[in-house]
């Protein structure tokens, strides 16, 4: 059985990247007030940090329900992160959202969280990793 490509991204997914770095108050609550976000903190020795549980990138029954279950995933480095841990961390995601799009399933869209951007949210009392 042959599939087509995957659909276009919603259009919400193209602007809230935009509005998030942008610190666009009212654009981030109404994307989240419609959607399900959580944090994913990326961590040394290829593990992640969920709800204060570690996994490892190489547990993909985890890493599709995620998937599956919220609409975004924040990504945030954990201290100390490698290069080499965040790349294979990286890889391993997008292969998950890939293989769920190929099977037109929606997935999670991804959006990283740098420290300053952590910071300046909260200062703007949009605290997203609660």
Not at 6 to 33: M, S
Not at 90 to 95: D, H
Not at 109 to 129: C, P, T
Request: glycine share 4%.
């Amino acid at each position: 059985m042959v599939f087509g490509p995957p659909p276009p991204p919603a259009f919400w997914q193209e602007t809230f990247g935009y509005d998030l770095y942008n610190l666009n108050n009212n654009e981030i609550k109404r994307v989240l007030d419609k959607h399900s976000a959580i944090a994913l903190t990326l961590l040394p020795n290829e593990e992640l940090l969920f709800k204060g549980d570690v996994y490892k990138i190489s547990d993909v029954d985890f890493l599709n329900d995620l998937h599956l279950k919220y609409d975004i995933l924040f990504l945030r480095y954990g201290k100390d992160l490698s290069y080499r841990n965040y790349i294979k961390a990286k890889q391993q995601l997008r292969k998950i959202g890939s293989s769920l799009d190929d099977k037109s399933q929606p997935s999670a869209y991804k959006i990283e969280v740098s420290y300053d951007l952590e910071g300046k949210l909260k200062e703007n009392k949009l605290d997203i990793f609660e």
